[in-house]
């Protein structure tokens, strides 16, 4: 089957058939963003919850000027959270520091644990080290998976003043908490980090162990 043309993708988009607009989505990722975004445009406000989400994410990987402020537009207005938690996600693909303050009231002012989980990976995404304090609070939520993303989030920031209170999670009853934290400790050389990693390697789920092993290797490289 050939790829579709940009007026085939056009012309599916207009499709009353939810899967011919979602193929028409997909067959945009061969294309460059100044020629995909107009596109998917036309479906951000799709009847297909489906639809939206991937109209979405979409504009965080096919990025132009017009994407950052569609995206915080519906992160802040949105009424489905599953749109503004995609909304979110995409500001950290983005990788644009104007996101920081939108995604910082997203965490605090958001009534769904999802948005909010989104938001804190979504900081990590940015890279920037100004998201520790909300990282910090997000590691007391009652979500484990806000939990986890925070976790992650801290180790991509590198916030070494986190190592003492993220070692709590070495004995979470989770282990993908624990894992998350293997992976994040592998961003944060000290002393701290390598002696818990050595715990984690013995875990007894084999992922957070090799997690861990991966993560001694890298701050062994790194002369820790």
């Known amino acids: 089957m050939n790829p579709l043309t940009l007026k085939q993708i056009s012309e599916h988009l207009d499709s009353e058939n939810s899967r011919d607009r979602m193929i028409a989505l997909a067959s945009l990722r061969q294309f460059p963003a100044d020629d995909a975004v107009p596109l998917i445009k036309k479906v951000l406000d799709d009847q297909s919850l489906q639809v939206r989400s991937m109209a979405v994410f979409a504009l965080g990987v096919k990025q132009t000027d017009e994407c950052y402020p569609i995206l915080v537009r519906l992160l ?22 104007r996101a ?14 999802l948005v909010r989980f ?14 520790h304090d909300v990282l910090m609070k997000a590691l007391d939520s009652e979500e484990v998976v806000v939990q986890q993303g925070a976790i992650a989030a801290l180790g991509e920031i590198k916030s070494i003043e986190s190592v ?15 894992q998350r934290l293997a992976e994040a400790l592998g961003h944060l050389p000290s002393e701290k980090s390598v002696s818990a990693l050595k715990y984690l390697a013995k875990d007894a789920h084999w992922q957070v162990a090799e997690a861990a092993s991966i993560s001694l290797q890298r701050l062994d490289e790194a002369g820790i």
């Open 76 to 97: 802040e207005t949105d009424p489905d959270y599953g749109i503004r938690a995609d909304a979110a996600g995409a500001l950290g693909y983005l990788e644009d520091g």
């Open 100 to 113: 920081f303050e939108p995604l910082v009231r997203a965490f605090y002012e958001d009534t769904d644990w």
């Open 118 to 131: 989104s938001a804190a990976v979504a900081l990590g995404n940015l890279k920037d080290p100004r998201a």
């Open 164 to 178: 003492d209170r993220i070692l709590r999670f070495a004995q979470s009853e989770d282990w993908l908490i624990r």
